[in-house]
């Protein structure tokens, strides 16, 4: 059974950064791809990050060269630094491990 556990969302001042961190257990982490989405109050979940297996990622164009995804193979981690935050990063946001397992969400408010 693989679980995701999320952390490191809050409330931060427009301009501000935050990093979120997802842990996963079980052992298929390293050899699959990992994302970040997010969902905000009636809108549809967008993608906001994604890393391949090997290390290749892509970013939703809201976020391009702002928000930045790594992982930790050895920890099981996936980390998403979020710089120049605005008030509509305001969302959920949840971590992926492909093919279908989903952390519980983690919120992000910008203030402006």
């Known amino acids: 059974q693989v679980q995701l556990v999320e952390s490191g969302g809050g409330l931060v001042q427009a301009g501000g950064s935050l990093t979120l961190s997802c842990t996963a257990s079980?052992?298929?982490?390293?050899?699959?791809?990992v994302g970040w989405f997010r969902q905000a109050p009636g809108k549809d979940r967008e993608l906001v990050a994604v890393?391949?297996?090997?290390?290749?990622?892509d970013y939703g164009g809201s976020v391009k060269g702002r928000f930045s995804i790594s992982r930790d193979n050895a920890k099981n981690t996936v980390s998403l630094q979020m710089n120049n935050l605005k008030p509509e990063d305001t969302s959920v946001y949840y971590c992926?491990?492909?093919?279908?397992?989903w952390g519980q969400g983690t919120q992000v408010t910008v203030s402006a």
């Open positions: 992926l491990l492909y093919p279908h397992y």
């Open positions: 079980g052992n298929i982490f390293s050899i699959n791809a």
């Open positions: 890393m391949t297996s090997s290390g290749s990622a």
